[in-house]
T-cell receptor, first 107, second 113 residues
Framework: KQEVTQIPAALSVPEGENLVLNCSFT??????LQWFRQDPGKGLTSLLLIQSSQREQTSGRLNASLDKSSGRSTLYIAASQPGDSATYLCAVGDMRFGAGTRLTVKP | ETGVTQTPRHLVMGMTNKKSLKCEQHLGHNAMYWYKQSAKKPLELMFVYNFKEQTENNSVPSRFSPECPNSSHLFLHLHTLQPEDSALYLC????????????FGEGSRLTVL
């Protein structure tokens, strides 16, 4: 059974820092991996989708990488802003989600 | 606006009530999903429909009854719920089940008294 883990559970950084969020999974036979952002009381907003054949995807200040052999994905956020404060979740396929990393960017 | 609309956004019901949650997607997708998000727990997949056919039921109690009349609409019928069923219920869609990018609605916050 696929297990998805996100570390750390919470992260607080000052504005302007570059940061990395981690997602690990136990079964490397994945179809894709998706990163989401969730604001309090809201739905999930898709940030990046990485297909199993890809190594990374980029969108603006966000870069996500995928290493299937080690069962890891990272989400890199450059030059963080207070508006980036949210919970970030990773999902393996459409079945398994991590518990999320709650990010706070302080002005 | 993600193209996935859920109603109602908030619902309070007693344990003996019957209510329904509705989800509609305007993305031309073929797969629709229900997820449950409880406090301090990861998102849990409940049901998957692909081309109107249910392809996944993740051991969900029968007091939750899904209905998918077409690829654009998904319902979750609720009856005889328990207080522990209080949660945020999220609907999502993708081109095909298991393969595509997921797009979520804003969710329906359910409180069972």
């Amino acid at each position: 059974k696929q297990e998805v883990t996100q570390i750390p559970a919470a992260l607080s950084v000052p504005e302007g820092e570059n940061l990395v969020l981690n997602c690990s999974f136990t079964d490397s036979a994945i179809y894709n991996l998706q990163w989401f952002r969730q604001d309090p009381g809201k739905g999930l907003t898709s940030l990046l989708l990485i297909q199993s054949s890809q190594r990374e995807q980029t969108s603006g200040r966000l870069n996500a990488s995928l290493d299937k052999s080690s069962g890891r994905s990272t989400l890199y956020i450059a030059a963080s802003q207070p508006g980036d404060s949210a919970t970030y979740l990773c999902a393996v396929g459409d079945m398994r989600f991590g518990a999320g990393t709650r990010l706070t960017v302080k002005p | 606006e993600t193209g996935v609309t859920q109603t109602p956004r908030h619902l309070v019901m007693g344990m003996t009530n019957k209510k329904s949650l509705k989800c509609e997607q305007h993305l031309g997708h073929n797969a629709m999903y229900w997820y449950k998000q409880s406090a301090k727990k990861p998102l849990e997949l409940m049901f998957v429909y692909n081309f109107k056919e249910q392809t996944e039921n993740n051991s969900v109690p029968s007091r939750f009854s899904p209905e998918c009349p077409n690829s654009s609409h998904l319902f979750l019928h609720l009856h005889t719920l328990q207080p522990e069923d209080s949660a945020l219920y999220l609907c999502a869609s993708s081109h095909y089940a298991g393969t595509g990018e997921l797009f979520f609605g804003e969710g329906s916050r359910l409180t069972v008294l």
